[in-house]
């Protein structure tokens, strides 16, 4: 089947990045990428492309080159459903926040929404791929309610995970380590599976592009998060027992990642892993553990989560403990408010849960991100429901100068590995400072014996 036009329903940090560099790489097909939500399509297509809604290094100068000649931003989704040959998901997938499974099922009501609107509007066989992130067996959901709400037309459910990461979602995507692509082993299913195969194949190569059932790569996705996070939790757990030995975590991270078995990438120590995903779908795959009795499997999972909160929670509890046990009207500046570097999304950031901690101990936060706006950190806080919004708006503050937000601070907190901390004139941050001035940099970022030098108190994860 040749394939001429496409549509992906989401244009979140997942849809609009992946479709910006199919675009880019296909010119021959027709990309369009809807969503529910008009600001979000208004920001796609916003004239300059430094307004698009997603900061990903690179993002800008894609959607610069595709937009208009084969890329396309709308919130027409019927209009794109009836269009298309292949469909994308790429919706998103929370964790519940009510009923059955609240607190770790995967929220499957937007896929749900998306599968009931493509049965209605599809007047011609289509090829519906799962790209957001689901429990094992979903496809089998979204089948059934194609094929019993559907127009009598042929629908074949593909399963194509999204591995980006955020910060270097355009190079994941332009150079991936593998394109995963689960289908049924059936005639109609094989040709499915072709198709998608010959859209990566015009960048990816074919070595690169792994085929599997269905169940396989919805599965192979949430366990690839879950080795993931492990590995995060593994070494600040060892990081909490190097402070008490005298060992230094980043010695030994290097120690152990130099065992190629080991592998050294993902052995840095942290406040702990934030994002949209890691929590969520270990969450999610304890619950499908859970579900079918394995007890064990949980709870060896829902441990890499365990770890996590506590890795925040002794991270603000330190703060307190070294600022003599009181930060009560003390400014902390916080240096960083995303979950990571060279990405403006905070979900789930470190940065949130040590500062609501800190705002019940009283402090005061100023927090410096260079991508993060005042809105989406009083909104942060706002959604974890602590305090009232008044309460959060009186406690917490952000400045566009980094300067500013430490001037007059007891402590700084580095919360996020931006490059540019790196190089700030830290003389002048601690004159400005009260003292004595501490430094608890939660990512191992700056430069200990220099600050040290200067007359900081300087406090890192795990030495
Ligand atoms: P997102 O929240 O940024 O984007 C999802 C978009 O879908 C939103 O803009 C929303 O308005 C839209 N939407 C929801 N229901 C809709 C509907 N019925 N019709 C049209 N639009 C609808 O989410 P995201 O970060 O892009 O994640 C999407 C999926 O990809 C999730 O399942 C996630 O787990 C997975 N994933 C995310 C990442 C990541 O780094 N963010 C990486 C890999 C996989
Ligand atoms: C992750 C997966 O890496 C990606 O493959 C998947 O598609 C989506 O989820 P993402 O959450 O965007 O990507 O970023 P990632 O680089 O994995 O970082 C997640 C969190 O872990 C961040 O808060 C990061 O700072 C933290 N981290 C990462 C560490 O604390 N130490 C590390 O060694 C690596």
Known sequence: MKITKICCIGAGYVGGPTMAVIAQKCPQIQVTVVDLNAERIAAWNDENVNNIPIYEPGLDAIVGEARGRNLFFSTDVDKAIAESQIIFISVNTPTKTYGKGKGMAADLKYIELCARQIARVAKDNKIVVEKSTLPVRTA?????????????????????????AEGTAVQDLLNPDRILI????????????????????????????????????ELSKLTANAFLAQRISSINAMSELCEKTGADVNEVAKAIGMDSRIGSKFLKASVGFGGSCFQKDILNLVYIAKSYGLNEVADYWEQVIIMNDHQKKRFS??????????????????????????????????????????????????????????????????YLETRTAANNASSISSFTDPYEACQNAHAIAVLTEWDEFITYDWQKIYDSMQKPAFVFDGRNLLNGPNLEAIGFVYQAVGS
Request: charged fraction near 25%; hydrophobic fraction near 40%; charge should be negative.
């Open 140 to 164: 089998e959901a979204i089948k059934s309610i194609l094929d019993n709400t559907g127009n009598g037309v042929q629908f074949q459910i593909l399963s194509n995970p999204e591995f980006l």
């Open 182 to 217: 689960g289908g049924d082993a059936t005639e109609e299913g094989r040709k499915a599976i072709q198709a998608l195969v010959d859209v990566y194949a015009n960048w990816v190569p074919e070595d690169k592009i792994l085929t599997t059932n269905v169940w396989s790569s």
């Open 317 to 382: 509890n330190n703060i307190v403990q070294t600022l003599y046990n009181t930060v009560s009207d003390k400014k902390i500046a916080f240096l960083g408010w995303a979950f990571k570097k060279d990405t403006n999304d905070t979900r789930e950031s470190a940065a949130i849960y040590v500062a609501d901690d800190l705002i019940n101990e009283h402090a005061k936060i100023a927090v410096y991100d260079p991508k993060v706006s005042n809105k989406k950190i009083l909104d942060d806080l706002n």
